[in-house]
């Protein structure tokens, strides 16, 4: 059981620490070539610095993705008035 939870949660967090350093490049203007290969490099050749990243963009958000999102109309929030 240890092997499947400690092999999802490094897919979880390889996939966040991608996502957030594609998400800035798509900030800064860089093409969608860059971003192929960020995911490329980072996912398959560098997946423990990936997790890390994941880890530390869910601990602190460095990539301020979530302060977007919270300044954005969400239909499905809960906590929003209906």
């Known amino acids: 059981m240890f092997y499947v939870f400690s092999g999802v949660f490094d897919q ?22 860059w971003q192929r290969l960020v995911f490329v490099v980072g996912y398959f050749m560098l997946n ?10 869910q601990a602190i958000d ?4 979530r302060e977007k999102l919270d300044a954005q109309e969400n239909p499905f929030d809960p906590r929003r008035d209906v």
């Open 12 to 33: 979880i967090f390889a996939i966040q620490g991608v996502a957030a350093i594609c998400y800035l490049l798509d900030e800064h203007g860089k093409s969608s070539k």
């Open 62 to 65: 460095f990539a301020h993705r």
């Open 48 to 57: 423990s610095m990936a997790v890390m990243i994941g880890i530390f963009d």
